[in-house]
């Protein structure tokens, strides 16, 4: 079973530990509804979805403050294709007022702990490609590869995902870019540029201040430059803000062992 961490953690003041209790599954149902915003009824997060997790390989793990709060959290399962199992990382919530903690970064790193525990070296999870701060976190700090792009991932419109696979054998390290930002604008966004081996992706840092005909389409740019440089052979590797309004992703040729044990 994924028993997680083995014990509460201290990370200043919260504790990363498993969502084992109901009155912490009621609070990550709660924070999920909250933080998302959603008020269908029909949409919503289990609390015996999380415990079926806890007791069959699955994570859910949140940092819960020293009065008892929940102020974030994370839930995953195993997961599989044809390349071998994966822990897969279905969200990561964390409250708006806590956020600037580093609390995202604690969660993955107990989930992390969920995978190897059950035998998994790889993880894997979503994240909407315009979000840039998600991107630099994901690819950047993390060290993830943005190695799939998914149109339409839940079904509907604006729901396009990249989904990122994260070798937890090898230590989180900066990507090694090729030379200088490039002096992106506003008129490069979506626009793919290649440098040699590697090529450049320009996005809105702030994708909330667009206007919806502009949001649509600079998403449908960003999801035609991230095809063509998957299909390519490379992987984002890299995504970093080069002006108070544009973000850069970096694309390169993958150069990690994917071999499964």
Known sequence: MGRGPESAVLAGD??????????LQRQAAALYRRVFGYQNSDVGLS?????????????????VAADGTLLGFAYGMRGGDGEGMYHYSQAAVVAPESQGLGLGRRL???????????????????YDPLISRNAHFNLDVLGALGRWYVDDFYLHERSDRVVVEWDLERPPTPAATTG????????????????????????????????PAEDAEVRA???????????????????RQVSAETSVYWFAPPTDDRSRT
């Not at 015996?48 to 007791?55: A, I, K």
């Not at 200088?180 to 702030?206: C, E, I, K, S, V």
């Not at 960003?222 to 440089?229: D, P, Q, S, T, Y």
Request: glycine residues 12%; proline residues 8%.
């Open 108 to 126: 993955k790193l107990a989930q992390a702990a969920v995978a190897r525990d059950t035998g998994m070296r790889f993880m894997r999870w979503s």
């Open 180 to 211: 200088p930002n490039p002096p992106a604008t506003r008129a490069d966004w979506g626009r793919p540029q290649q440098r040699g081996a590697h090529g450049w992706l320009a996005l809105p840092t702030d994708p909330t201040l667009l206007g």
């Open 221 to 239: 740019a960003v999801r035609a430059g991230f095809h063509e440089f998957l299909a390519l052979g490379l992987v984002a590797r890299s995504c």
């Open 14 to 23: 919260f504790v990363v530990q498993n969502l084992d209790t109901a009155e």
């Open 47 to 63: 609390p015996p979805l999380l415990t079926g997790l806890l007791r069959n390989g699955g994570s859910a793990v949140g940092a």
